[in-house]
Structures are given as C-alpha cells and as structure tokens.
C-alpha cells in the first residue's frame, strides 16, 4: 500500500510509548512487528526513538521519567494546523495543558493535555514530521478510542476542544459509543467505558493491527508479556489485549 498522510485536523496522527525501558522495547516490538527502531540525536531530540517498517513512520518511544507517578503507557496525538489555538481551545474546554507547545527542530508542535475528563491527549502541528505513514497493515495502527470514564463530558470536551463531529454508534443501552467521521471516513472513537475501568483512570486505546491475533498474542508471551484480555471475537474483528514487558498495555486487533 501506499504512504499514507494523515490530513484531517483532530484525526490521530501518532503514537508514542512512554517506557521506563527503552532499549527493552526497542527489541520486544522489534521482534513482535519487525519494526526498526532509530534513536535520535540526544541534544535535538532527548534520544527519542522512531519506529518504522519499510521506512514507513509508525510510532514513537520516549523514556518515562524514573519518578513519574503512572505506568508504561501508548498515547495518542491529534493532528492540529495551529498548536497554539489548540492549546487555547483545550483550555476553553475544561482541559488542561500539561505545558506551552513546543517546538521540536524542524518535525513539527507538539503539546500534551488531560482533556475534561483526565485522559491525557496529545497533539502535533506537522513539520518536516506528518506523523505515522501506514495504517491498516500488520503492525500498523488500525483504530484509536477513548475509554471514557465520563461518556458525556467526553463527548463534550472533543467536540469543543477538537471540532469533531461525533456519530452515535449505539447498539443499545449498556453500549454508548460515538465515532468522529469526516467526509465519510471514521477516524477514532469514544467509549463509554466507565463500568469497564471500574475507577481506574480515563485513557486513550491504541489497536495494533494483526493478519493473525492469537498467533501475534502467542509470540507477545514468548518475548515477555503478558495476556490481559484473551482474543475474542467482536463485530469490529478479532481482538485481543496483552501487557508487554514494560508494563504498557498493547491492543491488537485483526486485519
């Protein structure tokens, strides 16, 4: 297939791993995806490390700060064209920026917030960086949903903060789920997740895509992880869940 760019402002556009282990990640999705890994220059970029596959963007890795109060975890950026009237936009909202846009040297703005709910979001102006460049394939990303604590306050926040248009995707009353979709295509979701999470915190979900789920879940606990959800099937394909050897919980999904 062909390189993708993602251009629809508020669509995802990268994913990022933040590890307590990097060169331990570098070689758990090395093995997993066959992704190559490329560490940046120490000064310009603090060592963050580019994951791609066929010279293809997929993701990101940073090292977690050794005091940092969560665990290993993948996060999610939106694609903005201004980075600074996101930031004003996510404080409107009732969201809350983690600190100013910043400019990294020639890629592109980042910034990084909880929105109203808690949930921690990035986003990204491009640069030189358009951020992930396949989707769809086998270790590619496939799908990105929110896992709302607070469904309606949810809806609310990305609707302000991001301008999305949301399409109600109801299947009845114990399932509440809503897809931003732009020009006919749908891009990530919120799900009504509250009694999933059970009082853990709000997050954002990352899908990894798999020609062969259980086999993908199979060779995951070969190099280390651990199964949290067993692959089942769903409208939506066959999914499953493992924790990898970092402790970052990794959803994979079928293709």
Known sequence: MPDITVTTPGAPCWLELTTSDPARSQEFYSALFGWDA??????????????????????????????????????????????????????????????????????????????????????????????????????APVWCELLASEFDKAVEFYEKAFDWTLKNEDTGDDFRYMVFEKDGQQLCGIYDAAEMLAGEPPSWAVYFGATDVDATVAKAVELGATVKDEASDTPYGRIASVTDPTGAVLRVMSI
Do not use: C
Request: glycine share 14%; charged share 20%; aromatic share 10%.
């Open 38 to 139: 490329e560490t940046g220059d120490e000064v310009l970029y603090g060592g963050y490390v580019s994951f791609s596959s066929g010279h293809r963007r997929i993701a990101g890795a940073m090292k977690k700060q050794d005091d940092a109060p969560y665990p290993d975890t993948w996060s999610v950026y939106l694609l903005t064209t201004d980075a600074e009237e996101t930031a004003a936009a996510i404080a409107e909202a009732g969201g809350m920026n983690m600190f100013e846009p910043l400019s990294v040297p020639e890629m592109g703005v980042m910034g990084f917030a909880t929105d109203g709910t808690g949930a921690t979001v990035g986003y990204w102006q491009s640069g030189k960086h358009t951020g992930f460049q396949v989707e769809r394939e086998h270790g």
